[in-house]
C-alpha cells in the first residue's frame, strides 16, 4: 500500500499573499481590494512574511536550499478562481526534496509551495454565494512522497507535521485540507478536499478496504478522482469527469525570482523528538508528555524551564493542573512555588491556584504537610483500624482506604501518600 | 521646442478646455480616435490608451468583453500624470487588448489623419491619431511588439517605448506581462521626455519595474541590420537611405551588421505574447465586470462560455493558439524555446548595442489602405511586425520618428539603444528634428 498526501494550511500572515488585505476579516466581501478581486489592471506584489514562514516550513521539514525560489500560473476555470488562475508554484518552489521523521521510516516531502487561496463557496439550496475574503489568503501546499505504508505511519506522519507547523505559528484549525492519494494495486486513486485529521483517517479506512475487495475480487481498481463523504463515511467517485490535468503553466510574468538567502527562518520545534528524549531521560511516559506538548507551546516552555531543578513527575503534574484550568501561560517565577507545593505533594485547588498565577500572597500553598505529617497520620490510621494491615496483604487495594482518608484532610497528591505508605507498611 | 513649454508658458483661459473638446469632438466622430472624451480641469492635455486604467472612466482594453468596466483606481502611470498637473481628456482607440498592427481588431476603427483611407496603425491607434491631430497634448500609450512604433510611423508622431519596466504596468490591462511597456507619443522627443520624467520609477504595485538610473550615452556609432532591411518596400528603403546619410552628416559612424537571431523573433515574440495573453484573458468570464451575462441558472462552464464569445476573432485566434504552445505535450517545443531564444536574441543585440544604436525603418511596408490590411491573412500581419518586434520582445528602449513623407503620408524610422539609455535616443531624435518639418493635417486646440 502507497500513500502520498497534498496538505494544505493558511500561513500566519496578517496580510493576503499578493495584497495588503487583512488575512482575518469576518463580514463576508470585505476584505478585498482590486488585486485579491482579480480586476483588470491589478498586479501581484509578493507579501515577503508569506515567504519567511514558506522558507521556514521548508527547513524544518529538511529540504533541500533552494537560492531563488519563483511563481507561475496554474490555469483552470471555476467561478471561486477571479483571475481563472492561481498564482502557485512548481519547479521553482520555496521547498523541495525533504522528509519528515516518524517513527518507523523518513517520509519524503517532495515539494513544499506557496499559493493562494481561491475565494470561498458558500452553497445555499438554489443558489451560491462567494465571499472573496478568502481570495488571496496565502497558503503553503506541503507534498509528500508515496511513503506511507499504513494507518498507524499516516497517523503518526499528520501528527507530527502538524505539530511542526504549530510550533511554526501556522493556525492548524484554521484550514487543514488533505488531498489523500492511495494505492494498493497499480493505479492510484486521489481523495480531494478532506478536512481534519479524523476524516483523513475514515477516508484512508474505507478507501484501504474498497481497494482491498476489489483487489480481492480480481478486478481493476480504476485511477480516479474520489470525494469523501463525511456523513457516510465511504468515498465516492468524483462526478467530474477523468482527464489528464491540464493546466498549462507558465512563469508567472507579473512577479519576480526571489532570493531566500537573506530570509530569516524560524527556529524549528520539534516537540514529538524533545518528549521523547526527556521520557527517556526522566523516566516518564513519553505517552503523557507528547500529548502534553505537542500542541502546547507553554506547556513545552514550563517543561524546559523547570526540568532541570525539578522533579518531572511534579513537572508533569503542574502542567497538567494548569493546563486543567487555563493557566498554563503563568509568569515563570510564579511557577517556582507551585513546583515547590506539587513536589511536597500539596496540590493547589483552583482558587489558590487563580491567586499562585496572578501572583497574589497565598498562604498554605508553600507551606505543604510534610512527609512526617504525613506519616504520623498513616499510622494514627492504622491505628485506629488495625484489621487495615491484614486486609491489605491479601489485597494492597484496601491501602486505598488509608489514602482517602488522608487526602480527604490535606491538599495532597494520593501518589505521594501511598508512596508513604508502601514505604511504613514494607518497613 | 517642446510644446508642452510653450503652453505652460502662457495664460490658459478655462475656456480652453470646453473649446476644445467642442473642436474634437466632430473630428472624432470622423478618425475615432478616442473612444471617451473629458473636460480636463486644467494642465496640458493627456489622454491615455485604452488598456490603461482611469479611475471611475470605462477602461476595456477596446473590447466589447470589458463593455462597462469602471475601474475603481489609477493606472500609476496616470496617477502620476495627475499628480503632476497634467489634464486628462480621454481614452483612445485600439486593437482589442493591443491584438493588432493596424487598428483594425475594434468595433470602430481609427483612421489615419492624412488619409482617412488608410489605417492609423495598431494596436495605439487612437494615440497616434490624437497626438497627430492635437496642437498641444501627449498621449500615454503601451506597446508589447511595436503597439506605440508602428502606429506612431503611420501618423507622423514620435513614439517612445522605453526599457521594459521603466514605467509601472500597476493599471494596464495585461496582454503579456513580460513583454508590455508603457510608453508616451508626442509631437517632439523633448515632450516625450518631459513626460516620462514624470512616469517613470519603480512602484510597489509593480514588482518588475525598475528605480534604475537612466542615462544618455552617446556612441557615435550607428547600426544598419541586414536582416532589418531584408523585404522591406523599395520605396521606402531609397528615402531610408537618404535618412541614413543625414545621420553621417550628424556625425554618427554607420555600419552594416547582421543580427542572425532576428529571422527568429517573430516566432519567439508570438509565442511568448500568445501563452501570456491566453492565461490574461482567462479571466473575463462575464462575471464580475464588463459584459454580463444575466443568466444565473447555467452551468459556469456555459455560463463562461456564452460571455467569450464577445472576443474579437484575433483574440480568439490567440487564446487558442496560446493555450496550445504552453500545454504540457508541446510546452518544451514551444513555450520554453522561444524563452530561450528571447534570452539569447537579448545577448545578440547587447552585443552590438554595447557599440553603438540600430536604425531601421519601423514598417516593411507603406501605410496600407483599411481593405488592404482587412486582406492580410494573420500571418502577414505578424510578419509586417518584423522591425518592431527584436527591441520589443528584449525589453530594449526605442523610439520611432517620422523622417520623411511619401506622396503625402508619413513614413517613421526607429533607433534602439540598450537597456536604461532610453535618453540617448530621445537625445538624437530631438537633433534630428532640428534640420526636420513635422508636417501637421491638424492642428486642434491652436492658441
Known amino acids: 500500500m502507497k500513500i502520498g498526501l497534498e496538505v494544505h494550511v493558511a500561513l500566519p500572515t496578517k496580510t493576503k499573499l499578493f495584497c495588503s488585505c487583512s488575512t482575518e476579516a469576518s463580514e463576508p466581501n470585505t476584505s478585498i481590494c482590486p488585486i485579491c478581486m482579480g480586476l483588470p489592471g491589478a498586479k501581484p506584489m509578493l507579501n515577503e512574511k508569506a515567504l519567511e514562514v514558506g522558507a521556514s516550513i521548508a527547513k524544518a521539514l529538511n529540504c533541500k536550499t533552494q537560492d531563488t525560489t519563483s511563481f507561475v500560473r496554474k490555469v483552470y476555470f471555476y467561478p471561486d478562481l477571479p483571475k481563472s488562475f492561481q498564482i502557485t508554484q512548481t519547479e521553482d518552489a520555496i521547498g523541495r526534496e525533504g522528509y519528515l521523521g516518524i517513527d518507523s521510516k523518513k517520509v519524503g516531502i517532495r515539494r513544499i509551495q506557496l499559493e493562494e487561496d481561491p475565494a470561498k463557496i458558500i452553497r445555499e439550496e438554489d443558489y451560491t454565494l462567494l465571499d472573496f475574503n478568502r481570495s488571496g489568503v496565502p497558503l503553503v501546499e506541503i507534498v509528500t512522497e508515496p511513503d506511507i505504508s499504513s494507518e498507524e505511519e499516516l497517523r503518526e506522519f499528520l501528527t507530527e507535521l502538524k505539530s511542526i507547523l504549530y510550533y511554526l505559528g501556522v493556525d492548524i484549525e484554521k484550514e487543514f485540507k488533505v488531498d489523500l492519494n492511495i494505492s494498493l494495486g497499480r493505479n492510484r486513486v486521489e481523495i480531494k478536499n478532506i478536512t481534519g485529521v479524523k476524516n483523513i483517517i475514515d477516508a484512508e479506512r474505507y478507501e484501504v478496504e474498497r481497494q482491498g475487495k476489489l483487489l480481492k475480487a480480481g478486478q481493476e481498481i480504476a485511477a480516479e478522482t474520489r470525494s469523501y463523504n463525511e456523513a457516510k463515511m465511504s468515498t465516492e467517485a468524483s462526478r467530474e469527469k477523468e482527464s489528464e490535468e491540464e493546466y498549462g503553466f507558465i512563469y508567472e510574468p507579473d512577479l519576480t525570482t526571489y532570493s531566500t538567502k537573506g530570509i530569516e527562518l524560524a527556529k524549528p520545534v520539534f516537540a514529538s523528538r524533545l518528549a521523547g528524549e526527556y521520557a527517556a531521560r526522566y523516566n516518564v511516559s513519553a505517552k503523557t508528555l507528547k500529548e502534553l506538548v505537542l500542541f502546547n507551546k507553554d506547556a513545552l516552555s514550563m517543561i524546559e524551564h523547570a526540568k532541570e531543578k525539578h522533579d518531572m513527575k511534579s513537572i508533569i503534574a503542574s502542567v497538567e493542573l494548569l493546563s486543567k484550568y487555563n493557566m498554563l501561560d503563568m509568569k515563570k517565577e510564579r511557577l517556582e512555588r507551585l513546583l515547590l507545593a506539587v513536589e511536597k505533594g500539596v496540590y493547589p485547588d483552583k482558587e489558590t491556584l487563580s491567586k499562585l498565577y496572578k501572583g497574589e500572597q497565598v498562604e498554605a500553598a508553600g507551606d505543604a504537610v510534610d512527609n512526617k505529617t504525613i506519616d504520623k497520620e498513616i499510622r494514627e490510621v492504622i491505628k485506629k483500624n488495625p484489621s487495615i494491615l491484614e486486609e491489605y496483604k491479601k489485597n494492597p487495594k484496601a491501602a486505598n482506604f488509608i489514602v482517602g482518608q488522608i487526602t480527604k484532610k490535606y491538599k495532597v497528591h494520593p501518589r505521594m501518600v501511598s508512596e508513604r505508605l508502601n514505604e511504613i507498611l514494607s518497613g | ?447
Not at chain 2, 492635437?134 to 506612431?152: N, Q, R
Open chain 2, 1 to 447: 521646442m517642446s510644446s508642452i513649454g510653450e503652453f505652460e508658458g502662457k495664460d490658459i483661459p478655462e475656456s480652453y478646455y470646453p473649446k476644445l473638446v467642442k473642436e474634437l469632438e466632430p473630428i472624432n466622430k470622423r478618425l475615432n480616435a478616442f473612444l471617451t472624451i473629458s473636460n480636463p480641469e486644467g494642465g496640458f492635455p493627456f489622454s491615455v490608451k485604452d488598456n490603461i486604467c482611469v479611475n471611475g472612466v470605462e477602461s476595456r482594453a477596446g473590447s466589447r468583453i470589458l463593455k462597462g468596466y469602471i475601474p475603481p483606481f489609477n493606472a500609476t502611470a496616470v496617477e502620476r500624470m495627475l499628480n503632476s498637473g497634467f489634464g486628462f481628456l480621454g481614452k483612445t482607440n485600439m486593437d482589442e487588448f493591443g491584438f493588432g498592427s493596424f487598428g483594425l481588431n475594434t468595433e470602430v476603427p481609427a483612421k489615419n489623419p492624412f488619409d482617412e483611407r488608410y489605417v492609423a496603425g495598431g494596436s495605439s491607434s487612437g494615440a497616434a491619431v490624437a497626438t497627430s491631430i492635437l496642437k498641444y497634448h501627449v498621449a500615454i500609450s503601451e506597446s508589447t511588439g511595436g503597439s506605440i512604433a508602428t502606429p506612431a510611423a503611420f501618423c507622423g508622431v514620435v513614439g517612445f517605448t522605453p526599457t521594459y519596466g521603466a514605467v509601472s504596468r500597476y493599471g494596464l490591462i495585461d496582454y503579456a506581462n513580460s513583454l508590455d511597456k508603457i510608453g508616451v507619443m508626442a509631437r517632439s522627443a523633448e515632450d516625450v521626455r518631459i513626460v516620462f520624467d514624470k512616469v517613470k520609477g519603480s512602484d510597489k504595485y509593480d514588482t518588475t519595474c525598475t528605480d534604475a538610473k537612466f542615462t544618455a550615452k552617446d556612441k557615435k556609432k550607428v547600426f544598419i541590420i541586414d536582416q532589418f532591411t531584408k523585404g522591406v518596400d523599395e520605396k521606402i528603403l531609397s528615402s531610408f537611405e537618404k535618412l541614413v546619410e543625414k545621420f553621417k552628416d550628424m556625425g554618427y559612424n554607420v555600419e552594416n551588421r547582421e543580427i542572425r537571431l532576428a529571422e527568429k523573433a517573430i516566432a519567439a515574440y508570438y509565442i511568448i505574447a500568445m501563452a501570456e495573453s491566453s492565461t490574461n484573458l482567462a479571466k473575463y468570464t462575464g462575471f464580475k465586470y464588463g459584459l454580463r451575462n444575466e443568466r444565473f441558472d447555467e452551468h459556469y462552464n456555459e455560463f463562461f462560455t456564452k460571455a467569450r464569445k464577445a472576443f474579437h476573432k484575433e483574440s480568439k485566434r490567440r487564446i487558442v493558439l496560446g493555450t496550445m504552445v504552453r500545454s504540457a505535450s508541446v510546452r518544451d517545443r514551444y513555450y520554453s524555446k522561444a524563452l530561450k531564444v528571447r534570452s539569447l536574441l537579448l545577448d545578440e543585440m547587447n552585443a552590438l548595442l554595447k557599440e553603438g544604436f540600430i536604425l531601421s525603418p519601423v514598417m516593411p511596408i507603406l501605410t496600407p489602405k483599411m481593405a488592404e490590411a482587412e486582406s492580410l491573412t494573420p500571418l502577414e500581419m505578424y510578419k509586417s511586425d518584423m522591425l518592431t518586434i527584436p527591441a520589443n520582445l528584449c525589453g530594449l528602449p526605442h523610439i520611432s520618428f517620422p523622417y520623411a513623407y511619401e506622396k503625402g503620408m508619413p513614413l517613421g524610422a526607429q533607433l534602439i539603444t540598450s537597456q536604461f539609455n532610453d535618453y540617448a535616443i530621445m537625445d538624437m531624435v530631438s537633433k534630428w528634428e532640428k534640420d526636420f518639418e513635422y508636417r501637421f493635417k491638424y492642428n486642434l486646440g491652436e492658441l
